[in-house]
């Protein structure tokens, strides 16, 4: 099995390495965006971030790896979870954040591009579980916050509440094509704090006893 320290850019850099790190990342997301996965290449990527190429190849080897080092310091930047005091306040602040990235010209075009590149490669697939893990462990507080405050059962999960939040923003963006929007935001968060409220997301032990 492959460890953390062994895929490309997993190491953390710090001075000229980490302003080295930062340029070609944001190149490649940019290309990711403007071209889609198929056509990124390492060589144009150190060209417009104006590295050497054989850094480039050196650090990320493989397109692969470069976008596996894109998704975490996607994951390091993204913003911490809300707190507005209720579960539908929370999840609302979820979907709408969920929302802001996908509608975003780049951001919505560069998820887009990664999660096609996820479907051909396990590498890109393993890198985006990591970041989505990310993002659901640093929501997941609010659901606990919900029990505690008896607007949802005890043994409710908190990355099934979460993952009906954004599941059908995704569903938006890259199948139905339908409008990613304030109704939307809306009803998501609306659908998830009910069936939370209901018990529909408590987990299968809780459920059994």
Not at 120 to 143: G, I, K, N, Q
Not at 188 to 208: C, I, P
Request: hydrophobic share 45%.
């Amino acid at each position: 099995m492959t460890s953390e320290s062994s895929v490309p850019g997993s190491v953390r850099p710090g001075g000229r390495t980490a302003r080295v790190r930062t340029a070609v990342l944001q190149v490649a997301g940019d290309l990711l965006a403007e071209h889609g996965f198929a056509q990124l290449d390492l060589a144009e990527v150190a060209a417009r971030a104006e590295v050497g190429k054989t850094t480039v190849y050196r650090r990320w080897r493989t397109p692969t790896g470069l976008i596996a080092d894109l998704l975490v310091e996607m994951a390091e930047q993204s913003l911490p979870r809300a707190d507005t005091g209720s579960l539908l306040g929370d999840l609302t602040a979820n979907a709408r954040l969920v929302a802001k990235t996908l509608t975003d010209p780049r951001q919505g075009r560069l998820f887009r591009a990664v999660i096609a590149a996820a479907t051909c490669d396990e590498s890109t697939a393993s890198a985006l579980r990591r970041f989505y893990d990310v993002r659901l462990t640093e929501w997941s507080p609010c659901v606990a916050d919900a029990v505690a405050r008896g607007e949802v059962p005890p043994g409710t999960d908190p990355r099934a509440v979460l993952t009906a939040v954004s599941g059908p923003l995704y569903y938006r963006l890259l199948a139905s094509g339908d409008p990613i929007d304030d109704d939307a935001v809306r009803t998501t968060a609306e659908a998830a704090a009910s069936a939370a409220a209901a018990g529909v997301f408590l987990r299968a032990e809780t459920t059994q006893t």
